[in-house]
């Protein structure tokens, strides 16, 4: 996260001409979620020695392993991950910077439309990660006012179950669907425009299907956690009846969510009437 934060500032700093406001504005979208999530990750390690101490096992349990050597593939995998998915900032920025000013900025027709959904897509990315970092204040005052057991449920939480992980998918997702947008009002029909962009694009749908994995397995299993810890409570059956699960990969089928939590969600994870 770090290495990603410093490789979109240092390519804001080193652009040989002015950026147009979609690059700047995409480029800004990354470094926010950079800078936040690690000043995050920071406060968590300090203040709350929960966090501390999994860290720690995590620690001591590589070290049971042999060595901390034994995590390279996994350094290395989230290190390429990170890589991915910065790619779909500089997309944006070529495809900008291979255009006059006037076209990204006030071209007319069907460019100007693709353009226009280039925008739309970069401000879905801002509101993806503005909601995660919502979700993550939200719920760390929320503990520290409640406990640490408090199942937060008011704010954000009323409407996402897990707005840090859902709001994290949508912004990857929107970030990699704008450089896609970005290489067709540049290159059009042209195939070879497009062969030419093959690898940033492979990368930036492997960064963006690589998180989108990792979250919505997170998302499975904190729904299952919660179940296990909450599920008897009143307060949580209505809340699961009011809130959006957001995107798991796992889902439960229908007659185990009316079994355990009814009303809860439908299969296809959209939220239904309290029952």
């Not at 490789?7 to 470094?31: C, F, G, Q, T, Y």
């Not at 704010?155 to 947008?181: D, K, M, Q």
Request: net charge positive; proline share 3%.
């Amino acid at each position: 996260m770090t290495a990603t934060s410093l490789l979109v500032l240092r390519s804001l700093l080193s652009a040989s001409a002015p950026l147009d406001s979609i690059a700047v504005v995409h480029a800004a979208a990354v470094l926010f979620y950079g800078v936040r999530l690690n000043l995050f990750l920071a406060y968590r390690e300090i203040f709350l020695p929960r966090f501390r101490h999994m860290r720690e096992r995590i620690e001591d349990r590589a070290k049971s392993r042999g060595s901390r050597l034994s995590r390279t593939p996994f350094i290395v995998s989230c290190a390429a991950l990170y890589a991915f998915l910065a790619t779909p900032f500089l997309v944006t920025s070529k495809s900008c910077a291979e255009m006059s000013i006037k076209c990204c900025s006030g071209e007319s027709g069907v460019v100007g439309i693709i353009w226009n959904l280039v925008r739309a897509a970069v401000v879905a990315t801002w509101g993806g990660f503005l909601i995660e970092a919502w979700g993550d204040f939200a719920k760390s005052i929320g503990k520290a006012q409640k406990g640490e057991d408090a199942l937060i449920t008011g704010g954000i939480f009323r409407f996402f179950r897990h707005p840090n992980y859902t709001g994290e998918i949508i912004g990857w997702a929107s970030s990699c669907v704008a450089a896609f947008l970005a290489v067709a009002a540049t290159s059009g029909k042209t195939l070879s425009a497009w062969m030419s962009m093959a690898p940033s694009l492979i990368a930036c749908v492997l960064g963006a299907s690589g998180i989108s994995f990792v979250l919505t397995t997170a998302t499975a299993g904190l729904e299952r956690r919660q179940l296990e810890k909450y599920g008897d409570t009143d307060e949580y059956k209505e809340w699961v009846g009011k809130s959006w699960v957001g995107f798991q990969l796992v889902k439960k089928t229908k007659d185990e969510e009316e079994t355990v939590v009814p009303g809860a969600t439908e299969d296809n994870g959209s939220p239904t009437p309290e029952e």
